[in-house]
C-alpha cells in the first residue's frame, strides 16, 4: 500500500519541483540579458562601425607560418589637424582586403607589420624562455593622414598584454582595448594570436579575462538553479516522510 501511494505521489513531486525550477530559470533568464546587452551597448556609438576581421599570418625565412593573427582592429588616435587647427580625435578601422602583412620570427622576440596605405601598426612579442611565457610587449602606430599637420608616431615598448603560454593561443572575443600613449588606443575585435611555437593551426587557447567573466554569468546561474532544485526535492522528501510517519502514528 505504501509503495503504491510512493509511486502515485512521486510524479506530482516531481512535476511540481519541475514547475519551481522552470519558474525560477525564467525568472534569471529574463533578468541576466539585459546586464549584459547595457555592457555591451554603454560605450558610446562607433564612428566607422565594427572592423572586419582579417587573417594575419607571419613566415619565417623557410616559408614556415611562424606567427598566426586573427582579428578586427580599430585605431583610436588624437593629432593635431591642419584644417581644424587643433587636436582632433579620430576612429578608424584597418581594412584587411588593403592591408599588407609580414614581419620577423626570432627565437624570443616576434613582429607583426601591417601596412594600409600611409599607415604602418607595428605588434612586438617577447617569449620569456625559461617561464615559456609570451606577451604583446610593445605597439608603434606610423600615420600620415591627409590631415595631419606632421606625420603620427607613437610608441610603446613596456607593455604588457596578451599574455600566454608557449605552443598555446591568446583568445579574446569580446571588444578589448589597449592603452599605448595618450595619442593612441587599439580596439581588438574577435582576437586570436599566436606569436610562437606555431605547428600549422593555432594550437588551444588560453581566453582572457572579459570573456571568462562572460561565461561565469551562465555558470553561477546553473549553478544556483541546480542548488534551489535539490532544496526542493529535499524538502518535498522531508515533507513526505514526515507525512507517512503521522499515517503510521495512528
Ligand atoms: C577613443 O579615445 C578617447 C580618449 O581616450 C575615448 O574617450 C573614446 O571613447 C575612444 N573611442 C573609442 C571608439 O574607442
Ligand atoms: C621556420 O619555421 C620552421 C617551423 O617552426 C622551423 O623548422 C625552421 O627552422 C624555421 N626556419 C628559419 C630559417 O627560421
Ligand atoms: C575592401 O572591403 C571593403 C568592405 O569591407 C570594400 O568597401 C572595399 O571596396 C574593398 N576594397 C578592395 C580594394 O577590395
Ligand atoms: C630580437 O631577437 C634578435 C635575435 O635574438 C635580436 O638580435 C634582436 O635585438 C631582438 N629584438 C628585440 C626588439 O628585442
Ligand atoms: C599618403 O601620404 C602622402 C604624403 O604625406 C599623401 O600625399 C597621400 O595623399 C597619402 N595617402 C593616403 C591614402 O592617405
Ligand atoms: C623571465 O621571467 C622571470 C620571472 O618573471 C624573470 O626573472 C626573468 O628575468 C625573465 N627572463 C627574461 C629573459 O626576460
Ligand atoms: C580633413 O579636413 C576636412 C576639412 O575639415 C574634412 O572635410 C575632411 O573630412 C578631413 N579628412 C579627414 C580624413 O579627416
Ligand atoms: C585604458 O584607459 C582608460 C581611460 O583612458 C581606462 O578606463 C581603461 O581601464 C584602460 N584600459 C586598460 C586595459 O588599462
Ligand atoms: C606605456 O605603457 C605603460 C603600461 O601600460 C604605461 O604605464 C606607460 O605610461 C606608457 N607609456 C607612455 C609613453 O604612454
Ligand atoms: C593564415 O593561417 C590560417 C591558419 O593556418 C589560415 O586559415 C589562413 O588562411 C591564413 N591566412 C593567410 C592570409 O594566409
Not at 68 to 79: C, E, F, P, T
Request: aromatic share 6%; proline share 5%.
Amino acid at each position: 500500500m505504501i509503495l503504491i501511494s510512493r509511486k502515485q505521489n512521486m510524479p506530482a513531486g516531481a512535476i511540481f519541483s519541475l514547475l519551481l525550477a522552470v519558474s525560477i530559470h525564467q525568472c534569471f533568464t529574463n533578468e541576466v540579458p539585459p546586464t549584459v546587452t547595457a555592457s555591451a551597448t554603454s560605450p558610446p556609438p562607433v564612428t566607422p562601425g565594427l572592423p572586419e576581421r582579417g587573417n594575419y599570418n607571419v613566415t619565417n625565412a623557410t616559408g614556415t607560418v611562424c606567427l598566426l593573427a586573427r582579428m578586427g582592429l580599430q585605431l583610436n588616435i588624437s593629432y593635431l589637424s591642419s584644417s581644424h587647427g587643433k587636436t582632433v580625435q579620430e576612429v578608424m578601422n584597418l581594412h584587411p582586403n588593403i592591408t599588407k602583412t609580414s614581419g620577423s620570427c626570432e627565437p624570443d622576440n616576434a613582429t607583426l607589420i601591417l601596412t594600409e596605405n600611409n599607415i604602418t601598426l607595428t605588434f612586438i612579442f617577447t617569449l620569456n624562455s625559461t617561464l615559456n611565457k609570451y606577451h604583446l610587449s610593445g605597439l608603434e602606430l606610423l600615420a600620415a593622414l591627409p590631415n595631419m599637420s606632421k606625420m603620427l608616431f607613437v610608441s610603446n615598448t613596456s607593455l604588457n598584454y596578451w599574455v600566454g603560454t608557449q605552443g598555446h593561443s591568446y583568445m579574446c572575443r569580446k571588444e578589448q582595448t589597449l592603452n599605448v600613449t595618450q595619442d593612441f588606443s587599439l580596439n581588438t575585435f574577435g582576437l586570436q594570436v599566436q606569436p610562437f611555437g606555431v605547428s600549422g593551426d593555432f594550437g588551444s587557447a588560453v581566453e582572457c579575462a572579459l570573456d571568462v567573466d562572460d561565461m561565469l554569468i551562465p555558470i553561477i546561474v546553473g549553478a544556483a538553479l541546480a542548488v534551489l532544485v535539490l532544496i526542493v526535492i529535499l524538502a518535498y522528501l522531508i515533507g513526505r516522510n514526515r507525512s507517512h510517519a503521522g499515517y503510521q502514528t495512528i
